[in-house]
């Protein structure tokens, strides 16, 4: 089993920045890959990025993160970021980190980001 904690959260107003951070504890070993996920209200839950276990990054089809967001991973802490820059109101969303090993997906209870003036 795998635990997630995600932080980093809170409001923000527009062209601001947030660092997400999904710290990650249990059976993490070999090849897994972990990503940021989001869900506005009222919208279905879609990707924004993964990293997997050796560092390979991916992120969202669409141009509503690219440019703005970076994954990034410290082995050491377990702990996989996500850096957002330059936010926008329709980036609110409440934020989900997951861990995918084996065709098993662990999810964090999420984080609430908000970018309002």
């Known amino acids: 089993q795998v635990q997630l904690v995600e932080s980093g959260g809170g409001l923000v107003q527009p062209g601001g920045s947030l660092r997400l951070s999904c710290a990650a504890s249990?059976?993490?070993?070999?090849?897994?890959?972990m990503g940021w996920y989001r869900q506005a209200p009222g919208k279905q839950r879609e990707l924004v990025a993964t990293?997997?276990?050796?560092?390979?990054?991916?992120?969202a089809n669409s141009d509503s993160v690219k440019g703005r967001f970076t994954i990034s991973r410290d082995n050491a802490k377990n702990t996989v970021y996500l850096q957002m820059n330059s936010l926008k109101p329709e980036d609110t969303a409440v934020y989900y980190c997951n861990f995918v090993k084996g065709g098993i997906t662990s999810w964090g209870q999420g984080t609430q980001v908000t970018v309002s003036s």
């Open positions: 990293i997997a276990s050796g560092g390979s990054t991916n992120y």
């Open positions: 249990g059976s993490i070993y070999g090849f897994y890959v």
